[in-house]
């Protein structure tokens, strides 16, 4: 059913993403790679390319917004010669099982980590467990299942509140951050470099390893893809949410890191709190309140927690078509949609299944867990970029397809390329160790679990994807300009 207009999905956008709430429980991890200028800096490069990306993207969607998205293009565009229907599996499990699946697990990772560091600051006692943290996880995966079963069409009320709380706490923690907290000098916010923390004294690699920061808060768009089946005029609202999420959510990012860096206070206390969230160190020498300091934190929490229930809305959404097109295993039951709530409940189940497998990871060892997670971001940038090379391919070949209302026009092929470029360069750098000397516990296993998932991906296609996964109705190419030049 196409229930949901415009604000609403652009809303659902913002909020998956939640970019400044994603800054303050990240913003560390560019702190010690790169320093105050990665991350001012960062996030405008990041939007930048993000954009570049979301344009690419939405051009496609304006052609055929369809919930599966990437693997469907995919299978769109690829010339004949190079095997539509491979390339189409094989994106359809980077996008599905590699990125979103981990980036399911993520979310209420993230929270887990947030609700524990609160209880750590107000009970300094409190001996954290891996345990602990698994046992959160499952609540924050729970909730979103409930209420994705049970209040579906609460999702664009929800989506909306969402938008108005990620806007009106913005406001408040800036007006907190600006004129209570002790101010930093210039030279430390747009001057500042820091190269000899982590071990990487190369200003140039410190600064792009600390870019991972500012580029995971503004990934993750494609969210808004995945519900196109629900989206009313897809073609023109899909593209233009995706673009204003990013946008929107670029603008609140770099607003909030100017206002974090001048506010900090003092450096080395913030970054050896306690808790194992600066942020809660920032709030509180700002606030010199603990009252004031967990409001803060709620607020955070509040709209991480409905950007969760987009995130699994999402992907059983990405899931179910990915069933219906024959690239699960099981397809035919995983592509059921329950016929009164007119979701698709078993592909839901199956995404919260394996999100809480994947938490019983962590009370064996975090560096295990962080290994799943690494691959999120990773796999996701990979998925961008296989579409985009294969329209982009065409489009040099002449073959033009058949532009929706969202057109890049002569713009295309340079975006398309500086789509790429980006995409690429950020590849290559969320694949490096973020400490030196490399050990066990420092390792980036981004890389590795992802050849490894790659390999199960081959090996799905080889004994039986072959057969089984079918190139999606609507998936050849259309040949209407095919001997024609761009216009």
Same mark, same amino acid.
């Given at each position: 059913?196409?229930?949901?207009?415009?604000?609403?999905?652009?809303?659902?956008?913002?909020?998956?993403?939640?970019?400044?709430?994603?800054?303050?429980?990240?913003?560390?991890?560019?702190?010690?790679?790169?320093?105050?200028?990665?991350?001012?800096?960062?996030?405008?490069?990041?939007?930048?390319?993000?954009?570049?990306?979301?344009? $690419?993207?939405?051009?496609?969607?304006?052609?055929?917004?369809?919930?599966?998205?990437?693997?469907?293009?995919?299978?769109?565009?690829?010339?004949?010669?190079?095997?539509?229907?491979?390339?189409?599996?094989?994106?359809?499990?980077?996008?599905?099982?590699?990125?979103?699946?981990?980036?399911?697990?993520?979310?209420?990772?993230?929270?887990?980590?947030?609700?524990?560091?609160?209880?750590?600051?107000?009970?300094?006692?409190?001996?954290?467990?891996?345990?602990?943290?698994?046992?959160?996880?499952?609540?924050?995966?729970?909730?979103?299942?409930?209420?994705?079963?049970?209040?579906?069409?609460?999702?664009?009320?929800?989506?909306?509140?969402?938008?108005?709380?990620?806007?009106?706490?913005?406001?408040?923690?800036?007006?907190?951050?600006?004129?209570?907290?002790?101010?930093?000098?210039?030279?430390?916010?747009?001057?500042?470099?820091?190269?000899?923390?982590?071990?990487?004294?190369?200003?140039?690699?410190?600064?792009?390893?600390?870019?991972?920061?500012?580029?995971?808060?503004?990934?993750?768009?494609?969210?808004?893809?995945?519900?196109?089946?629900?989206?009313?005029?897809?073609?023109?609202?899909? @593209?233009?949410?995706?673009?204003?999420?990013?946008?929107?959510?670029?603008?609140?990012?770099?607003?909030?890191?100017?206002?974090?860096?001048?506010?900090?206070?003092?450096?080395?206390?913030?970054?050896?709190?306690?808790?194992?969230?600066?942020?809660?160190?920032?709030?509180?020498?700002?606030?010199?309140?603990?009252?004031?300091?967990?409001?803060?934190?709620?607020?955070?929490?509040?709209?991480?927690?409905?950007?969760?229930?987009?995130?699994?809305?999402?992907?059983?959404?990405?899931?179910?078509?990915?069933?219906?097109?024959?690239?699960?295993?099981?397809?035919?039951?995983?592509?059921?949609?329950? @016929?009164?709530?007119?979701?698709?409940?078993?592909?839901?189940?199956?995404?919260?299944?394996?999100?809480?497998?994947?938490?019983?990871?962590?009370?064996?060892?975090?560096?295990?867990?962080?290994?799943?997670?690494?691959?999120?971001?990773?796999?996701?940038?990979?998925?961008?970029?296989?579409?985009?090379?294969?329209?982009?391919?065409?489009?040099?070949?002449?073959?033009?397809?058949?532009?929706?209302?969202?057109?890049?026009?002569?713009?295309?092929?340079?975006?398309?390329?500086?789509?790429?470029?980006?995409?690429?360069?950020?590849?290559?750098?969320? $694949?490096?160790?973020?400490?030196?000397?490399?050990?066990?516990?420092?390792?980036?296993?981004?890389?590795?679990?992802?050849?490894?998932?790659?390999?199960?991906?081959?090996?799905?296609?080889?004994?039986?994807?072959?057969?089984?996964?079918?190139?999606?109705?609507?998936?050849?190419?259309?040949?209407?300009?095919?001997?024609?030049?761009?216009?």
């Amino acid at each position: 059913q196409r229930y949901i207009s415009l604000k609403p999905i652009v809303s659902f956008g913002l909020t998956t993403q939640a970019s400044w709430e994603s800054v303050a429980l990240t913003f560390q991890a560019s702190l010690y790679n790169g320093g105050p200028v990665t991350l001012v800096y960062g996030i405008i490069i990041a939007t930048l390319g993000s954009s570049v990306i979301a344009a $690419s993207l939405g051009e496609m969607a304006s052609m055929f917004p369809t919930v599966g998205a990437q693997y469907r293009w995919t299978a769109r565009h690829t010339p004949k010669r190079l095997n539509p229907v491979f390339w189409g599996l094989l994106q359809g499990r980077l996008c599905l099982s590699h990125s979103w699946v981990a980036s399911c697990a993520l979310t209420p990772f993230v929270l887990g980590t947030l609700v524990q560091g609160m209880v750590i600051f107000n009970n300094p006692d409190y001996v954290p467990e891996r345990w602990h943290g698994t046992l959160i996880m499952w609540c924050f995966i729970i909730l979103p299942v409930v209420c994705n079963l049970y209040a579906r069409r609460i999702l664009v009320v929800l989506e909306i509140m969402g938008g108005i709380f990620h806007l009106v706490f913005f406001i408040c923690v800036m007006a907190v951050l600006v004129v209570m907290s002790r101010r930093s000098s210039n030279e430390f916010v747009w001057a500042t470099s820091v190269n000899n923390i982590t071990g990487w004294t190369n200003p140039g690699a410190a600064f792009s390893i600390g870019l991972l920061s500012p580029v995971f808060v503004v990934s993750g768009f494609d969210s808004v893809l995945h519900m196109s089946d629900e989206v009313k005029d897809a073609k023109r609202f899909v @593209p233009r949410s995706m673009l204003l999420t990013v946008i929107i959510n670029g603008v609140f990012a770099f607003g909030f890191i100017v206002a974090l860096l001048y506010g900090i206070g003092d450096l080395d206390t913030v970054l050896a709190s306690p808790t194992g969230l600066p942020i809660i160190e920032v709030f509180y020498l700002a606030t010199k309140s603990k009252a004031a300091t967990n409001v803060l934190m709620i607020m955070i929490l509040i709209v991480s927690s409905i950007g969760n229930f987009g995130i699994f809305a999402s992907v059983s959404r990405l899931t179910w078509a990915f069933a219906r097109d024959r690239g699960l295993p099981f397809s035919d039951f995983f592509s059921y949609v329950h @016929p009164t709530l007119k979701i698709p409940t078993r592909a839901l189940g199956l995404i919260s299944v394996l999100c809480a497998i994947l938490a019983l990871i962590n009370i064996g060892s975090t560096t295990a867990f962080f290994a799943i997670l690494s691959l999120s971001t990773l796999s996701l940038y990979i998925s961008y970029m296989l579409p985009i090379f294969f329209v982009l391919l065409r489009k040099l070949e002449g073959r033009h397809p058949t532009y929706g209302p969202f057109s890049l026009g002569k713009w295309g092929v340079p975006i398309n390329v500086l789509a790429l470029v980006y995409g690429c360069y950020m590849i290559v750098f969320m $694949s490096f160790p973020t400490l030196l000397p490399v050990t066990a516990s420092t390792m980036n296993y981004a890389a590795p679990v992802w050849i490894a998932c790659l390999l199960f991906a081959l090996g799905d296609w080889f004994f039986g994807g072959h057969k089984r996964f079918k190139v999606p109705a609507g998936g050849e190419p259309d040949f209407e300009h095919e001997k024609s030049s761009a216009t």
